[in-house]
């Protein structure tokens, strides 16, 4: 988390995402959506995407991450978080989805898996 936040906020996160980002949230979504009223604009896009955090496909999500990281190490380490699994009833479930609630890094993860649909949205 420490390595690559500072990476993906700095270059490459668009200006406008706030959601689950340092010093952004509700306040600087409100102020975008004023600026872009005062610029004429009168269309907006809010979604929710239900069940996000557990439905994201780890092979696209990894696709996505080479990119723009290329240390294979941190590479690794992420993809082997990601298929760690999780205990339920003394069994360990493994998916091929998801990313784990609660996981320091899952925020930033689906901020990376959806950072090119910001961008294609910048009208």
């Known amino acids: 988390m420490n390595v690559l936040q500072p990476k993906f906020e700095d270059k490459l ?3 406008w995402s706030v959601g689950y980002r ?4 509700v306040k600087r979504a409100l102020q975008i959506i004023h600026w872009n009223i ?8 809010d979604c929710d995407i239900k069940g996000f955090f557990d439905n994201i496909p780890h092979n696209k999500l990894l696709t996505v991450l080479k990119k723009y990281v290329s240390d294979r190490t941190v590479l690794n380490m992420i993809q082997q978080w990601l298929k760690a699994g999780y205990i339920e009833e003394g069994r360990t479930i493994h998916l091929e989805y998801g990313t784990p609630q609660g996981g320091v890094i899952s925020p930033l993860l689906a901020n990376v898996y959806l950072n090119e ?3 294609d949205w910048d009208l």
């Open 13 to 15: 996160f668009h200006c």
């Open 117 to 119: 649909l910001d961008w």
């Open 38 to 45: 005062e610029q004429g604009y009168n269309h907006i896009y």
């Open 22 to 25: 340092p010093n952004r949230g």
